[in-house]
């Protein structure tokens, strides 16, 4: 109140400090003395995007109240409940010691240890399933596209003879003609459900789908996805039948290796969360009688997963709309659940030309300010400055920790 007195004239006092939060702007403000309709709001002091040049706030900005902006005066409420709920992986993570060598000692440091190696229940007590229809619902989270969609529920057709249970959640509003519901109706066995938000978010739509699940696996895929002839579930679910492994993922064709390894530590001379791509902890052949396959922290965005292990750690973070995909295997892996990358098992990524993008699709998935935002939610999570991928690195031989020589992508930096 001082600095408002300071700049108003001494008219403010407590009882004027009265701060009111629109759903709309997302703005905290408060009303300026002695002018009618003039607000100040809670703003974040603006930084600028080193990589884009956009201007953008940091979640460890200084505030203060400023005339009211779009970007910087914009503030995510969350129910306490919630926050703690978001980071009950770090209870029992513990940093480093400071005797055990690593440079790394914050919190989120505790989450570079490798999980314990897949065992196998193979001629033990695995119980297997003969027909992928019995145990496997496909999930997938669509924007207005559900010609995508059918395609994916063909391409399946096309490739295994037979139809899979596909559950798909769509932004709303629910104004399809009624020849897509024809198409639709093509695929018995697909769910197509439209929600009444028009940005629901994919972290949404997927729990919404996977709370749905009644089979014992789900095939999480992406609506721009096709199967192909090495789209190998069978494989999956051999391997989910018959080890401890939460998590079996392939690539996508013509792709590089995406799976690898997450570390947290002082990457660029500052906190960082970096994904390694194409690093994994243990060596090929660690899983039984599947010498393509290898554990590793994270898997791209086609892979088989165990139901219920992925309920019970809520699924994909409600918050993060877009840019999902690194905080759910911190998720993962912070829970011990293994994960089982397979290089010869593969969907095609099939995108669509910039012209054949729908409008809402475009808005909400090429959106940079958006996705910046949604990167630097999961930054205040883990207490780090930015996320970056890691396309080129080597081991440090006296520490064992990983040393990024080349990096790929950058984001969401302060």
Not at 264 to 289: A, L, N, T, W
Request: proline fraction near 4%; glycine fraction near 8%.
């Amino acid at each position: 109140s001082s600095g408002i007195n300071a700049e108003y004239g001494g008219n403010c006092n407590e009882d004027s400090l009265r701060f009111t939060y629109d759903d709309e702007t997302g703005f905290l403000s408060v009303p300026v003395p002695d002018e009618d309709d003039a607000r100040l709001c809670v703003s974040a002091a603006s930084k600028q995007d080193p990589f884009t040049g956009n201007l953008f706030p940091c979640m460890s900005s200084p505030v203060s109240l400023t005339k009211c902006d779009v970007e910087s005066s914009r503030l995510e409420l969350l129910e306490e409940s919630e926050f703690r709920k978001e980071r009950e992986i770090f209870v029992n993570v513990e940093a480093p010691a400071d005797d055990s060598g690593s440079t790394c000692d914050f919190k989120a440091c505790g989450l570079n240890q490798p999980v314990e190696a897949v065992k196998s229940f193979r001629g033990n007590f695995a119980s297997h399933c003969t027909r992928p229809f019995d145990c496997v619902t496909v999930i997938t989270k669509t924007a207005r596209r559900p010609y995508l969609v059918t395609r994916l529920a063909q391409s399946i057709r096309d490739q295994k003879g037979y139809d899979l249970r596909i559950i798909c959640l769509d932004d709303g509003p629910n104004d399809y003609p009624q020849e897509v519901w024809d198409e639709i109706s093509k695929y018995p066995h697909l769910k197509y459900i439209v929600g009444d938000d028009e940005d629901m978010g994919i972290s949404a739509g997927r729990n919404i789908a996977l709370n749905m699940v009644k089979t014992k696996y789900f095939l999480l895929v992406d609506d721009d996805h096709v199967f192909n002839n090495k789209t190998n579930i069978e494989k999956m679910v051999d391997i989910l039948d018959t080890t401890d492994a939460t998590i079996v993922g392939g690539k996508f064709e013509g792709f590089i290796k995406f799976a690898g390894s997450i570390r947290f530590g002082y990457y660029h001379k500052r906190q960082e969360f970096g994904m390694f791509s194409g690093h994994c902890d243990r060596d090929p052949g660690v899983i039984p009688s599947h010498p393509n396959c290898e554990q590793c922290d994270s898997t791209s965005n086609i892979f088989l997963a165990k139901t219920q292990p992925i309920i019970k750690i809520g699924g994909w973070s409600v918050e993060l709309k877009i840019a999902e995909h690194a905080d759910f295997f911190v998720k993962v892996k912070g829970a011990g659940m293994k994960v089982v990358y397979c290089d010869d098992i593969e969907v095609i990524n099939q995108q669509e030309t910039p012209d054949e993008r729908s409008h809402s699709y475009q808005k909400l998935r090429y959106d940079g300010r958006r996705k910046n935002r949604m990167f630097r939610l999961m930054n205040s999570r883990y207490n780090v400055n930015g996320l970056f991928w890691c396309s080129r690195y080597e081991v440090s031989e006296s520490s064992g920790e990983l040393i990024c020589l080349e990096t790929r992508h950058k984001i969401g930096y302060c």
